[in-house]
Structure formats: C-alpha cells, structure tokens
C-alpha cells in the first residue's frame, strides 16, 4: 500500500487535507457549516443516542431550526428598515407595537434554541465527574459499579488509589468520564502526596464532583473534612458542582437511594444520595442526580451543538434584548435596526453565511485526514 501511495503521489497525486471533502462539500453549497461541523461529531460520537444526534444534525434539524429563527430576524429587519426608508408612509411602527410583540416573539424562539443547544452540547461532550472523599471510603468500588467493569483495584488497605483511573460509561445517552482519585489525607509518602495533588486539580476541572463518605461517620464532620482538604488552597467549587454520597449502606444499615437534609446553616433542601457501591445499590439514584445537575434530559436532545454555536446564540439573545431596551425606551428605530443587524450576524455565522476564513480553517483541521 505505501508503494502504491508512493507511486500516486509521484504521479501527481496529493495528500487530501484533514477535513478536505466536508470543506470542499460546504463551499460548494451542499452543506451548512453546522451540518459539516456534524460529520465530525458523527464520526466522534460517544453514544448511539450522540450519534443520533450528530446525524439529525447534519441532516439539517439543527441549522432548519437556527434558519428559521433567522428568518424572523430577517422579516423584522425589513419591517424596520422599510419604515426608515420610507417616513412619507408615516408608519410609527413604535407607537403600534408591532416591533415589541415581534421582538417577544424572537426572544421565545431565541430561548427554546438556547435550551436545545445546551442539551445537544451536553450530548457531544459529555461531562467529567471526579470521585473524591478520604481513604477507603469506597470510590474505587463506586467507579465500577457506575462503569459496570473492574476498572479499579479494590482492597481494605487505605490509600490503595495514588493515581487517576478513568473510566468512560453512558447515562441515557449522556456520555460521562469518571475520574477516580486518590484518598485525600496527610501522608508523607512522596507517591501518595503527588496523588493527593492531583486529585484536588482534578476535582477543579470537572463538572460534577462526587464526595464520597462512610455513611458510618457523622454526615457533617465527614464532609468538613474532606471540604477543608479541597478547599486549601481555595478551589472554585460551587454548590451544584458537589454531589454528596454516603457509601456502604450494607454496613451501616440505612435505606438506599436519594434524601434531603439540612445544610450547615439550617435551610433544607442539600440532597444526598446512600448507595452501597459493592452491592450495587442506590447506583440509579446516583445517575438520576448526575443528570439533574447538569440539566441533561435525554427526550430533549434532538441534535448535538457545540460551544461556539452556543455562543453565538448568547451573543444574537444579548443584541436581541438591547433591542427590546430600546423598544422600550422609545429610542429611534436606526439604533434599533444596528441591534437587529448583530442578532442577524450572529446567527449567520453558525450556518456558515457570515464566517472568518480563520474560523473556517479551524473547524476542518479538526477532522481526521480526508474526511
């Protein structure tokens, strides 16, 4: 085969670049950018309900839904721009409302888009949740239980984990990485620390950490503990990102599955969840909350989006709703128009028709060779 390449390519022939035909496919109107951008994401997928997905993508479900939304821009852009062309027809397009109730309108569609894309985000990139808690506390046995495999080795002896284990499953079409950790203590074992370290760097980076406890301790003291080993020095660890478990239900005698108690300062509603990861319970109650967290609901996610769509549909909402201050303010409809102009251009440079050639470039060189 190398002799055969070799030959062709001595005879004129050329290399094909990473992404070339997807590229070639999309300049010359066969595709949309979002539906080139799906190629990829099929050929990535990590998840039949992913590859669902990047296939209703690059079939059009997503760039139909961002062309149409498009078009209501664009009608209310001509409605607006008409009238400033045009001031001998005496259209006060403000004083009639026409521009807020359409605007009301834009701004729905704007949202319902948003709120699929995130699904469809969360559906190609997944999460990453890191397993964290003290000695033998039972992560390792609840990263295989979760991942249904013996990934990890479990003993009684503390400290048996002094490096990451990761292991990749899938949540109703959710991909997710788990990480799991060394046990978080003080230790002057020169391995053992470097696990310690980064344990607490991998629980800064990932969406979701699980803190896990003996449900044999004290809820409180336990978890301050732990808390107080991540936080020095300071770690970003909001509230929604920690999932609290209380692990070996099987010794201590309580019920499995998920409940809600006081937090440190009296008010309710702090969930946890009881499991027993050796005999496997309370594991669904645990996927249940890993997708709450993170707003993953596998009937929502028709299509796979990726960030920068997001962003752009961030961007186009914020010109949408200057707009409606405008409305609003009874401001002229010049400036009004300038604020539909960037809603406009914003969703144009998800479907490709308003792209930097630098963008561009970006995106193919993500593909594998030729594709």
Known sequence: MQMLLGEALARGARMARPGEFTERAFHNGKLDLAQAE???DLISSASSAAARGALRSLQGAFSDAVKALDRLVLDLRVFVEAAMDFPEEEVDFLSEGQVGQRLARIHEAFSNLIENSQQGILLRDGITVALVGEPNVGKSSLLNALSGDERAIVTDVPGTTRDLVHADLSIDGLPVQLVDTAGLRETADLVEIEGVRRARDQASRADLVVLVVDDRTAADA??????????????????????????????????AGM?????????A???EVRVSARQGMGIDALKTLIKARVGYAAEGAAFTARRRHLEALDQGLMALERAEALIAEGIPGELIAEELREVHRALGSIVGEVTADDLLGEIFASFCIGK
């Open 38 to 40: 799906a190629v990829a």
């Open 222 to 255: 336990a978890d301050c503990r732990v808390l107080a080993e991540l936080l020095q020095p300071p770690l970003s660890l909001e509230p929604g990102r920690i999932i609290r478990i209380r692990n070996k239900v099987d010794l201590s005698g309580a019920a």
């Open 259 to 267: 409940l809600r108690r006081n937090g440190d300062d009296g008010s």
């Open 269 to 271: 509603g702090v969930v």
